[in-house]
């Protein structure tokens, strides 16, 4: 599954996140033999490769997304894939797959009467996968 992923440059990192953008955290084992690829927000799920492509591929395929759903963008300030490490910001291009949480109009809170809480449709995460 290699030469699937292409860095694009830089500058469409700096462009802000959006709800459903995700960063993808690249390590390279300390035997320096294989990498781990997961993502920033779910720490215990990680996929690994004998690259950082490899482990990102597997990362991508892991969370259902496919190559051409996402756009990948690695963070030049936290990454130096020769010091082992690289943080990859990923886009997802697929409409519809996750939106704004109706329940609480992503701000991830339920307001009552007396109460603010979580929202309980999206948990707090502002989006709801449809
Ligand atoms: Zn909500």
Redesign the pocket.
């Known amino acids: 599954m290699e030469g699937g992923l292409i860095f694009r440059s830089i500058h469409e990192f700096e462009n802000s996140l959006s709800m459903s953008d995700r960063i993808a955290v690249l390590k390279r084992q300390p035997e320096g033999l294989s990498w781990i690829a997961r993502l920033a927000d779910n720490p215990t799920a990680e996929f690994s490769g004998k690259s950082p492509s490899e482990a990102l591929g597997c990362l991508l395929r892991g969370n259902g997304w496919t190559m051409s759903e996402v756009v990948l963008n690695m963070d030049p300030d936290r990454s130096n894939i020769s010091a082992g490490h690289a943080e990859v910001l990923i886009r997802v291009r697929r409409p519809g797959l996750e939106t704004v ?10 307001v009552g009467l007396s109460v603010v809480e979580t ?10 996968h449809c």
């Open positions: 949480c109706p329940d609480c109009r992503g701000s991830g809170r339920y929202c309980h449709a999206c948990g707090g995460r502002k989006v709801v």
